[in-house]
């Protein structure tokens, strides 16, 4: 779809030309008539700055909008405003911006007096912008529109905020905000189709989807902060109240319908709705208290308890937001529904933590810190179980011979949970600064969690028992690190460190097996070891002062973890337990380059570039009998990214500025016989160039414009797109 940007041009235009008729300073008569202008220092503490700009896209407009956070053939407003004055002892100071057809709004007030304490409000409004598509399938360039192209969310919060600052007297501060999600955004929870051309295993989920979001917050809270002597004292509380009724809009059984499919056909429709009505309490306090020049301890304890009441529904139907029991001819075996979900949840979570910062000497720091926490949570929640059985004879169009219909009278299936932990968490920190040139830091983090859980489960009138199992994670973490500082113009900064979590489930109990249960794998034990160093260098090396100054920035990354993980298949009398394996080996290698040459006072160039190697590598990238290549291949995330920008004050009233960027990952590589390729494969190129004037002393114009590029592969190129934009923006000091 191509934009025109006559009109936005027309307009930037009059900006410009209206800017030119803006007075900044005094206009004088002369003797013999003419008009002279004498242009003052400006004191204006004030500004308003207005932007107009339009957007040419060719291609798949709601990515470029989704990418960039822009939209519309025009958009304009105020872009930046500030304004203060000064009353007796206070001071009221506005802040804020308006774009339309960008929904971009920000008002913020503020009231300040002296020795008295201030008033704060505001609204902030804003959108992002989302592409609906969902997969593509390659080997017959199957794409499935989405019934929506583009979505919105729009984001926004109204608050207020009182602050009493009263000297010698406590810091009261009362918060209140409203904070709101509305609109609908693309899903990765993609549906199916089978219509791929090929004879076996031919279901792909590419399918897009979506969900529809309507969410609201309210948030109370009260702080207060004293010093008493040496000691800071804090405490304060947090009521917050939430709405939540969100919707996964998914398609399953894409296009199959006759003629592509036999009758009936598969294609049909899922909603599910997820409502939730929650209640969170905070209490907590602080104290801060410096025991000497040498010596600071810090303490402070939290309880939260949060409840909530769930409810929702998954209807299957003939299209979106269907009604139970709507007539739908296409539904399929197993196609398991959910009526009159309604259910609690209860949380209590207890914090409190201690730290010491301790400088026993010279130039050497220890710090010492300690966290306990400990949660509990009760849940349960009772529905109907809509499942499916195969239509039986007589035969008719509403009860089509191979087609499914849902069971009469729904299942009604309970479950309940409740789970306990204890955590405990450690970090012992040193840092030395006492040898010329040289910093050392060394840190270690220790995290031992323990703790249960029991999950019980009825279906109909046969109670399926309950799983019981303890839990363990041991997480553990060391730091060293080292700046050197070789050179007046030469810093080397070095970095290991070494991260490992090891997290295992003891079962001590499982639910009764039933004859027809599949068979499952239970995560018995994992282990994450992670290895990653980096280094960086920093450079301004001596050039002639007719050449000016340039920086030099290296930076290298490597990251490498193993996983190892130990599963049981169950449920069975006695569940089989596998051999620990390596299922996992993530490695990364990142390398940055980065320049900065200034050869005048007025001119600059500065470049980056930096490449990305990104490999996990699984004992899935097998082949399996009868395949040619992997079912699963080993998942590659390489790419390169550039930039290059440089600026230009032709004098001490204009300023030019230009600018590129380059992103090209190559890692789209098929499996589409047995899979979906998943790799990006994408190139994007993004051009600016911009000019700022100031026409008076009070007045400032800036004129840009923008090219983007952008072609992606793993999308077929339904995600393609080329976009002109063009904005000039107008500011006014007073």
Do not use: C
């Amino acid at each position: 779809m191509k934009r025109s940007l006559t009109t936005a041009g027309f307009l930037a235009l009059i900006a410009l030309g209206g800017a030119v008729s803006v007075w900044g300073g005094e206009t004088k008569v002369t003797d013999n008539g003419t008009a002279t202008t004498t242009e003052e220092e400006s004191s204006a503490t004030n500004w308003i700055e207005l932007e107009i700009g339009g957007l040419s896209v060719s291609g798949d407009a709601a990515q470029f909008k989704q990418e960039h956070r822009t939209s519309g053939d025009i958009f304009g407003g105020i872009s930046d405003l500030h304004y203060e004055k000064t009353m007796d002892k206070g001071t009221l100071t506005i802040d804020g911006h308006a774009l339309l057809e960008l929904h971009d709004y920000d008002i913020k007030v503020n009231f300040t007096q002296t020795d008295v304490g201030y008033i704060n409000a505001g609204y902030t409004e804003f959108r992002s912008w989302y592409d609906g598509n969902g997969g593509f399938f390659p080997g017959n360039g199957l794409w499935i529109p989405p019934r929506y192209p583009e979505d919105h969310l729009d984001r926004g919060e109204a608050w207020i905020e009182l602050g009493l600052r009263i000297p010698k007297w406590p810091e009261i501060t009362f918060h209140y905000s409203h904070i709101f999600r509305e609109g609908r955004k693309d899903s990765t929870v993609w549906g199916d189709s089978n219509q791929t051309g090929l004879s076996t295993n031919s279901s792909r989920k590419i399918a897009p989807a979506f969900r529809d979001l309507d969410e609201h917050r309210d948030i109370f809270s009260l702080e207060i902060f004293h010093t008493i002597g040496n000691t800071d004292l804090g405490a304060g509380m947090r009521y917050e109240h939430s709405e939540v009724d969100d919707r996964l809009q998914l398609e399953r059984g894409a296009l199959q319908l006759p003629p592509l499919v036999a009758a009936p056909g598969a294609q049909r429709f899922i909603t599910q709705r997820d409502q939730n009505d929650a209640e969170l309490f905070n209490g907590h306090f602080t104290a801060e208290t410096r025991l000497s020049d040498s010596v600071m301890l810090t303490g402070a304890y939290s309880y939260t308890s949060l409840s909530a009441d769930i409810s929702g529904t998954r209807i299957i139907g003939s299209d979106y937001d269907s009604m139970y029991g709507d007539p739908i001819l296409t539904l399929q075996s197993n196609d398991h529904g959910t009526l009159n979900l309604a259910g609690i949840s209860d949380s209590h979570e207890h914090i409190g933590n201690l730290n010491l910062m301790w400088i026993p000497v010279k130039n050497l720091t220890t710090l010492v810190g300690f966290r306990y926490t400990h949660q509990e949570k009760d849940t349960s929640a009772t529905f109907l179980d809509t499942n499916t059985t195969g239509n039986v004879a007589p035969f008719s169009p509403t009860n089509p011979q191979g087609g499914f219909h849902n069971i009469p009278n729904p299942t009604p299936r309970a479950g309940d949970s409740s789970n306990e932990f204890d955590n405990v968490a450690e970090t012992f920190e040193i840092r030395y600064n006492g040898i010329d040139r040289w910093a050392f830091y060394v840190r270690g983090d220790w995290n031992e969690e323990w703790g249960n859980i029991h999950e019980h489960e009825v279906s109909s009138t046969r109670d399926l028992g309950t799983e019981n199992k303890d839990t363990e994670l041991f997480y553990q973490k060391y730091i060293v690190g080292v700046n050197w500082y070789p050179l007046a113009e030469l810093n080397i900064a070095a970095q290991y460190y070494y991260k490992n979590a090891d997290y295992e489930n003891q079962f001590l109990s499982a639910g009764i097996p039933s004859a027809d249960e599949e068979a499952n794998q239970r995560l018995l034990h994992q282990e994450w070891d992670t290895n990653n160093f980096n280094v960086r260098l920093t450079w301004h090396p001596k050039i002639p002062q007719a050449a000016g100054t340039i920086t030099l920035v290296t930076r290298y990354d490597y990251v490498r973890s193993n996983i190892d993980t130990q599963w049981e298949i169950s449920p069975t009398a006695t569940p089989t337990i596998l051999d620990e394996i390596r299922t996992g080996i993530i490695t990364q290698n990142i390398f940055t380059e980065s320049i900065t040459w200034n050869p005048t006072a007025r001119l600059y160039f500065q470049g980056t570039v930096s490449y990305v190697t990104d490999e996990t590598d699984t004992p899935a990238d097998i082949i399996l009998t009868g395949n040619t290549v992997p079912s699963i291949v080993d998942s590659q995330n390489d790419y390169w990214t550039a930039s290059a920008s440089v600026g230009f004050a032709v004098d001490d009233k204009t300023d030019l500025h230009a600018e590129y960027s380059y992103y090209r990952a190559d890692n789209y590589e098929g499996a589409s016989i047995v899979g979906m390729p998943y790799g990006m494969g994408a190139t994007q190129h993004t051009v600016g160039a911009s000019i700022s004037r100031e026409l008076m002393r009070n007045v400032r114009v800036k004129v840009q414009y923008g090219y983007f590029q952008y072609r992606d592969e793993t999308s077929g190129g339904h995600n393609n797109y080329d976009a002109h934009a063009v904005f000039s923006t107008l500011q006014f000091r007073f």
